[in-house]
């Protein structure tokens, strides 16, 4: 076609295979990272298109975060720092699949159905992880980008969480933030410093943080930042990429699934430990008990944690917001209870992915949103940002007042509301404890999990599993959902789940009861019925020892 003749020769350098078939799902195209070359250029063309749509500067993160090494990824981020619109992750799933010759009808499709005016200028932003494949690949996005006349810039290495804040602070002209990283350095230490400088009787012992980078871009951004934050908080890096394989037996997604410290860290009995994914947009704590057992504090504990903080300050300074959480299946059913029956929160389920969870969030005042995984970040309403402001500036208000409302302006400040922020959640978290005099010890107490357990099943087409009710039952293949009923039934204080993942080739398993047995039995059993009812591949799941 005579109008995108850059376009049409830039693209055959970067072909489609045939037989690839993607989809935009849970966190944008993930696979191997030899298939996505053509993916790469043609989400350039995308972010230029949805540019000139929005008006705005796109970002595109080329990552696979907790993925292993040898895949990759990519999603793109809306003028405010949020996930792509759903209407347009159908225009990926078209553009990333049209055949090679037909690349350019498709693109029109696009133009056309997309309504977008091809006379904008267009901005485009690009980060990459520390995969070896991501510089090629960013490449791509970049010459998918010049290809239709866009410009672009290039941000390099940068955690998933930053890009999003690059792309918010330069749409909000600055209002936001500063869309360089020493200006996300900047502003979320200082809010750090502020947030903990009168904490009383903080010793060395409580600053101390051990932090498995997972091997990913989380420790060269840590290890950028910490001059930044004047030696309030004791960071022991480990992890770093120094030798290790990204992801590998270690970072929040190992840590969370197999509920066990990562290798290659040291930790003294009673002391905090936290571990980032390999793009640093999720976090989970632990600590290991004289015993020498292992305890996880998960994204439901985070929650937990930052809602009784909040709500504790709200009610100091006389604010009335509304304050709700929001989480997924995979929330234990303990942290639901305790947050509806204990704290009379409003908590709401969605279907996994940040994209969910983040626009139920936006429907509140104040909005916490936390996957059991870690993934999360709290979400302030511009009215509450307001009444916080005007608290702040309140000359009449006492001394206790003004304390208070500076401590809410200062968490807001350390928070990034555009996606969840491992980096962000840290300082905020340890913030908290700081400032609550607590112990991992006591904020775990604060309610016991259930036990739980997820196991993975390979079947042929993952695709054959639907569910419904935010992921909580089947809807197909036949006999599925009535099988997990049976089983769970079998099972105190049970429940279980199934779905298929949007981030690997696989059937998820979710299953918590009582007892550790019980979980482990019914994680097994309900992996069996997946195996036999949805097209298991690769020889039945053994029981787990
Ligand atoms: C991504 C998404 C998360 C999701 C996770 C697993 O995380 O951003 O919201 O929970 O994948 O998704 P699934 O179960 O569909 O594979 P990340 O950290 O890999 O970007």
């Known amino acids: 076609m005579a109008q995108f003749p850059e376009v049409s020769k830039q693209s055959s350098l970067h072909p489609k295979p045939a037989d690839v078939f993607l989809q935009y799902a849970t966190a944008g195209f993930r696979t191997n990272a030899k298939l996505l070359d053509h993916v790469m250029f043609r989400m350039g063309v995308l972010a230029t298109l949805r540019s000139k749509k ?21 999603k793109l981020i809306d003028p405010m720092g949020e996930m792509l619109s759903q209407t347009w992750e159908v225009f990926a799933t078209q553009l990333a699949n049209a055949d090679q010759d037909d690349f350019l009808t498709a693109l029109m499709d696009v133009i056309e159905k997309g309504s977008v005016d091809m006379s904008r200028e267009a901005n485009v932003f690009v980060g990459k992880d520390t995969r070896s494949s991501s510089a090629s690949l960013s490449q ?28 918010r602070c330069h749409n909000t ?17 200082q809010a750090f410093i502020q947030l903990t400088k009168n904490a009383s009787n903080c010793t060395d012992d409580q600053k101390h943080l051990s932090v498995d980078a997972a091997n990913g871009i989380g420790a060269l951004k840590l ?69 020498g057992q292992f305890h996880l ?21 006389g604010l009335n917001l509304n304050v709700a959480v929001v989480q997924t299946a995979y929330a234990n059913g303990s942290s639901t209870h305790y947050l509806e029956d204990t704290m009379k929160v409003m908590v709401r389920c969605t279907k996994t992915g940040v994209k969910h969870l983040h626009h139920a969030a936006q429907e509140f005042d104040v ?20 009444q916080i402001r005007q608290l702040v500036e309140d000359a009449t208000a006492d001394e206790e007042r003004k304390r208070v409302a500076l401590l809410l302006q200062n968490t807001v400040n350390v928070i990034n509301q555009t996606v969840g922020d491992a980096i ?6 340890e913030a908290i404890l700081t400032i609550k005099g607590m112990t991992v010890q006591q904020w775990d107490a604060i309610y016991g999990d259930l036990p739980n357990r997820q196991l993975k099943v390979k079947v042929a087409d993952r695709r054959v599993i639907d569910t419904t009710d935010a992921e909580r039952r089947v ?66 799941p053994k029981p787990l020892l």
Not at 373 to 385: I, K, M, Y
Request: hydrophobic share 35%; glycine share 10%.
């Open 424 to 429: 962000s959640d840290m300082l905020l978290i």
């Open 173 to 189: 002209r600055g209002e936001y933030g500063e869309a360089t990283l020493e200006g996300y350095y900047k502003k979320l230490s």
């Open 223 to 291: 290890r950028e930042m910490e001059c930044y934050l004047n030696k309030e908080l004791h960071i022991s890096l480990f992890n770093d990429g120094s030798r290790g394989k990204l992801n590998h037996r270690c970072g929040a997604d190992f840590v969370k699934t197999q509920q066990k410290a990562p290798t290659g860290l040291t930790m003294n009995p009673g002391e905090r430990g936290c571990s980032f994914d390999g793009d640093a947009d999720r976090i989970v704590y632990y600590y290991i008990d004289s015993e």
């Open 297 to 317: 504090l998960d994204g439901d504990k985070i929650a937990t944690l930052i809602c009784t903080f909040l709500k504790e300050l709200f009610t100091q300074v």
């Open 54 to 74: 929005t008006n705005a500067t796109i970002g595109v993160m080329v990552t696979a975060s907790h993925n292993p090494e040898e895949d990759n990824g990519v």
């Open 367 to 386: 909005g916490v949103y936390f996957e059991a995984n870690g993934h999360g970040t709290v979400l302030f309403s511009e009215a509450a940002e307001e």
């Open 140 to 167: 791509a996005v970049l010459d998918g980008v010049s290809a239709l006349g866009g410009r672009s810039r290039d941000y390099g290495l940068l955690t998933t969480p930053q890009l999003h804040y690059m792309v």
């Open 475 to 540: 809807v197909s293949p036949a006999g599925l959902q009535e099988s997990i009923d049976t089983l769970v039934r079998n099972h105190r204080r049970a429940r279980a789940f199934v779905r298929p993942s949007g981030t690997e080739d696989v059937v998820r398993v979710y299953a918590e009861a009582e007892t550790r047995e019980s979980a482990d039995a019914l994680a097994h059993e309900v992996s069996l019925a997946v195996y036999r009812l949805a097209g298991g591949v690769g020889g039945e």
